[in-house]
């Protein structure tokens, strides 16, 4: 059974960082590109990174240059560094993997931006 463990998100000023990670279990993690979601209030979810098995990384356009993606395989964890955070990054960033079967979702950790 894939599961998928999120920490990391609170409340943080403008200009602030934090560090989200995900801890998964129940795959060959290194096998598998590993994605960050978020869906803000009212908005609709929306891919925030990516790292595929290779080491590739993909950004939406809206945190490239402050957001990085980065992971250790040997510790079947995905992390998030989130730098220079603004309001209108406050969401609820989840943690997904796409298996054979199935897409994976972690039940996700607030991050609140407000001065």
């Known amino acids: 059974q894939v599961q998928l463990v999120e920490s990391g998100g609170g409340v943080v000023q403008p200009g602030g960082s934090l560090r989200l990670s995900c801890v998964a279990s129940?795959?060959?993690?290194?096998?598998?590109?590993m994605n960050w979601y978020r869906q803000g209030p009212g908005k609709q979810r929306e891919l925030v990174a990516s790292?595929?098995?290779?080491?590739?990384?993909n950004y939406g356009d809206s945190v490239k240059g402050r957001f990085t993606i980065s992971r250790d395989n040997a510790a079947n964890t995905v992390f998030l560094q989130m730098n220079n955070l603004k309001p209108e990054d406050t969401a609820a960033y989840y943690c997904n993997v796409n298996t054979a079967s199935q897409s994976h979702w972690g039940h996700g950790t607030q991050v609140t931006v407000f001065s």
């Open positions: 129940g795959i060959s993690f290194a096998a598998y590109a």
């Open positions: 790292m595929n098995r290779y080491g590739n990384r």
